[in-house]
């Protein structure tokens, strides 16, 4: 079926600990969108993508790493889990602007401990 | 200040009552605006989007004011199934369109 997925849905690590946190969409969107959502937040931009291989820093970049080797994928990993990245951590994609609805995957809770 | 400001609630109505949610926003240079919806537990789905002369889908109906940088939301009839958070949304433009999230106002219909 078309849309996007995350996976896994749910995850608890350590600290100190890699973690990759993977987004897939079936749409062909040029944009592709790292979030996390915490509470009392709105959900900030971690890292987005306008194409394969282009990635760029969003509001809150620090301890994650992206790549988009393929359109489709854009994986989200954290290079040493801290607690503070405890979170519920969204992929979203959309099309080129000035089309901005981004559709957004099912998420995928994390919890560092 | 936060970028997009919303009053977090809960606002616990009964069926078929009316209710407004109100948003304010601090960038000026802000080109779109959303109201999202998001369920408990799930991933935030666009409810519509919002433009300057008002518009209006079926019992939901949202305004702009750029003048004052408000945007609102008004729930007419509330269904239970209405009960969920809604997120204001703002893009500003830059080289792709930046989304800001307000936090979300949680509304509660009970029967």
């Known amino acids: 079926d078309a849309g996007i997925t995350q996976s896994p849905r749910y995850k608890i690590t350590e600290t100190g600990r890699q973690v990759t946190l993977m987004c897939h969409q079936t749409?062909?969107?040029?944009?592709m969108f790292w979030y996390r959502q915490d509470l009392g937040h709105g959900l900030r931009l971690i890292y987005y993508?306008?194409?394969?291989?282009?990635?760029d820093k969003g509001e809150v970049p620090d301890g994650y790493v992206v790549s988009r080797s393929k359109t489709e994928n854009f994986p989200l990993t954290l290079e040493s889990a801290t607690r503070s990245q405890t979170s519920v951590y969204f992929c979203?994609?959309?099309?080129?602007?000035?089309?901005?609805?981004?559709?957004f995957g099912p998420g995928t809770r994390l919890t560092v401990l | 200040r936060k970028e997009v400001e919303q009053d977090p609630g809960p606002f616990n109505v009964p069926e078929g009552a009316t209710v407004a949610f109100n948003c304010t926003y601090s960038?000026?240079?802000?080109?779109?605006f959303f109201w999202y919806r998001q369920d408990c537990r799930k991933e935030p789905k666009l409810l519509m989007s919002?433009?300057?002369s008002g518009n209006e889908d079926g019992r939901f109906t949202a305004q702009l004011n750029r003048a004052s940088q408000y945007i609102s939301l008004l729930i007419r009839d509330s269904k239970l199934s209405d009960s969920a958070t809604y997120l204001c949304?703002?893009?500003?433009?830059?080289?792709?369109?930046?989304?800001?999230f307000g936090a979300g106002t949680r509304l509660a219909v009970h029967p």
């Open positions: 979203a994609s959309g099309g080129t602007p000035p089309l901005d609805t981004q559709y």
């Open positions: 749409w062909s969107h040029s944009y």
């Open positions: 993508s306008a194409a394969a291989d282009i990635t």
């Open positions: 960038n000026s240079a802000s080109q779109s």
């Open positions: 919002v433009y300057s």
């Open positions: 949304v703002v893009a500003v433009s830059g080289g792709y369109n930046k989304l800001i």
